[in-house]
């Protein structure tokens, strides 16, 4: 091997050196899909009613040394939110314009302690194509690896460039809406396992 290679070489592990020593490492919190829901509670004139998330996909990623949320983020599709009745879920499809917009997705930006001591996860969260910073307190429980998460966000849906409902055989939808969360699972610790970007946690 001529100097010039082994001088190559050497930069090279140097760099994978430096990198694996800059990179925190973290673990993964695994989400048990039958423990864990999402719901939208909706207000309307003729009732009210609640959509249940039957499926969604999410990446929580955490420190196992100081038991801390690292970065989050959550996504399902429109076809999967029902509501226990086909016709008024073929509506709202069609009001949501779903096959244009087929998603819901959610970016934890960071979750900080207010003056309450209440934590509070500020995020980006993208609807119908618009993205929107939301915040909202959670209730946050970490036991050695186990772990839940609970939460509800206030939305109006007029924020994301929705028209106010008025149509078929709901007379009108209030534009308030609120998304339940409880998500419950283990962690799993990953030494190798390379974080995003750390949010600004306490």
Known sequence: ???????????????????RAATPAGGLLRVDPKRST??????????SFTGHVEQFSSLIEFDPDRQRIMHTSVTFRFPDLKTGR??????????????RYPEVQFQLESLKKDDAGRDVARGRLIIHGVERTVSFPVNLLMQDLRFSIDGEIQLDYRDFGLPKLRKYWIFSVDPQLRVRFHLQ???ESHPDTRSGPLPNGN
């Open 1 to 19: 091997m001529t100097g010039f290679f082994r001088y190559c070489l050497l930069v090279l592990l140097c760099m994978g050196a430096w990198v």
């Open 185 to 187: 699972g283990l962690g």
């Open 38 to 47: 999402i719901e939208v509670l909706v207000h309307g004139t003729s009732g």
């Open 86 to 99: 086909p016709a008024r879920d073929q509506h709202m499809l069609e009001w949501l314009e779903s096959r």
